[in-house]
C-alpha cells in the first residue's frame, strides 16, 4: 500500500522560506514521476512542480519557476519542496502525489495514482 505523508505547512510571512517534505512508503517508486499540487480556497487544484524519481528530471509551472525547487532523497524515499521568496497568493493546501509514469502529462492532476493528506501554506503580506 503506497502511502504519501507531507509535512512542513505553515504559516510565515511574504519573502520568506518554506520547506514540505512528502515521505513516500509502501514501494520502490523508480518509473514514479511525483508531483507537488495545489489547491487555494475557492480555485481549482494546480500543478506546481514534479519530479521523475529515476531520472531526476524537473517541472515547475511558470507561476513557482524560479523560486521553488523539488529534489528527492532516495535513501529516505522522500521527496522535497523547497519555497523561496513565498507569496500571498501561494497560500494553498500543498499534496504531495505520484503516478506510475514518466511521460510528459506531469501536470495533468487527474492521472496521479497517490495522494497525500496535503498540508497547509499561508503566506500572509
Known amino acids: 500500500q503506497v502511502q504519501l505523508v507531507e509535512s512542513g505547512g505553515g504559516l510565515v510571512q511574504a519573502g520568506d522560506s518554506l520547506t514540505l517534505s512528502c515521505a513516500a512508503s509502501g514501494r520502490t517508486f523508480s518509473g514514479y514521476t511525483m508531483g507537488w499540487l495545489r489547491q487555494a480556497p475557492g480555485k481549482e487544484r494546480e500543478f506546481v512542480v514534479a519530479i521523475n524519481w529515476s531520472s531526476g528530471s524537473t517541472y515547475y509551472a511558470d507561476s513557482v519557476k524560479g523560486r521553488f525547487t523539488i529534489s528527492r532523497d532516495n535513501a529516505k524515499n522522500t521527496v522535497y519542496l523547497q519555497m523561496n521568496r513565498l507569496k500571498p497568493a501561494d497560500t494553498a493546501v500543498y499534496s504531495c502525489?505520484?503516478?506510475?509514469?514518466?511521460?510528459?502529462?506531469?501536470?495533468?492532476?487527474?492521472?496521479?495514482?497517490?495522494w497525500g493528506q496535503g498540508t497547509q501554506v499561508t503566506v500572509s503580506s
Open positions: 502525489a505520484a503516478r506510475y509514469s514518466s511521460d510528459t502529462r506531469y501536470y495533468r492532476g487527474d492521472l496521479y495514482n497517490y
